[in-house]
């Protein structure tokens, strides 16, 4: 086995080896009388349980709703923050306009301000969507004004030198070279979107993630309660690995040998 291949297979075991560890002391610390296993039941019951929601229908009902209200409110955070950051960035007197009001509201955590959304908008699916894209929107803002503010210089003079209309410079230069830091602020976006929602959902909802941990809470249904868990888990999982995935194809260009 050569040496790359080596490196690539332990790059695969040693996550799984420490995912294993953690699910083994899971499974053994109530069976063994370390927690108390009403409050923190084995992993085998908790996936027992979660194969009982999937059976009957109700983990797919939850998880549908919740990522659906994700990716509507994280799309539309995106689509809004990647133009306003470049902006931003590449325009003083935008930034000089919008610093002031960005500033304030930045700084104001997204779970906060629940109270007012629902105020403003109910409690139906609007004050949640809402919520996802305040959330979300700050993150990949800051991470575009970084990715285009840092851009290197002779890379734009290079470009501007050549002919490249504004258009050209943007589309060609800027933006590829922002991407890396852009993702960074997807991914951070599509955490806080998932983590706000599954809060908002525990007030005010009938279906999503949030809704099935709370209602399983309070029917001391815990074996539930840690499925809905372990689902937020896999769903906060799979989004970062798509974006990685997205993030790496969009970047194969820096790590192309010249032809």
Do not use: C
């Not at 109530?30 to 009982?52: M, Q, Y």
């Not at 929107?137 to 002919?163: C, E, H, M, Q, Y």
């Not at 993630?209 to 999982?237: C, E, H, K, R």
């Amino acid at each position: 086995m050569s040496r790359a291949t080596g490196r690539l297979t332990w790059r695969i075991i040693k996550p799984s080896l420490v995912i294993g560890l953690f699910l083994g002391l899971w499974e053994s610390a109530p069976r063994l009388g370390l927690v108390d296993e009403v409050f923190l039941p084995p992993f085998s019951a908790v996936i027992e349980a979660g194969l009982e929601l999937i059976r009957n229908g109700q983990m797919w009902d939850h998880v549908s709703t919740s990522v659906a209200r994700s990716l509507i409110g994280f799309s539309i955070a995106l689509v809004v923050a990647v133009p306003v950051g470049v902006a931003i960035a590449w325009y003083r007197p935008v930034a000089e306009f919008l610093n002031p009001v960005l500033e304030l509201f930045r700084n104001t955590a997204a779970l906060a301000l629940l109270p007012v959304f629902i105020l403003i908008l109910g409690i139906g699916e609007t004050s949640k969507i809402a919520l996802v894209v305040y959330a979300g929107f700050f993150p990949i803002l800051l991470n575009t004004i970084t990715g285009v503010r840092t851009v290197d210089p002779l890379l734009i003079k290079s470009a501007v030198s050549l002919g490249f209309s504004p258009l050209q410079l943007f589309r060609k230069v800027v933006l590829p070279a922002a991407v890396p830091s852009i993702f960074t602020g997807l991914r951070m976006a599509a955490s806080a979107s998932i983590l706000v929602l599954i809060a908002a959902e525990m007030f005010g909802a009938r279906a999503g993630l949030g809704y099935l941990i709370t209602a399983a809470q309070q029917n001391f249904a815990i074996p539930d309660m840690y499925a809905g868990i372990v689902a937020i888990s896999l769903v906060g999982l799979t989004f970062n690995s798509i974006l990685v995935a997205v993030e790496r194809r969009l970047s194969r260009w820096r790590t192309q040998p010249a032809q």
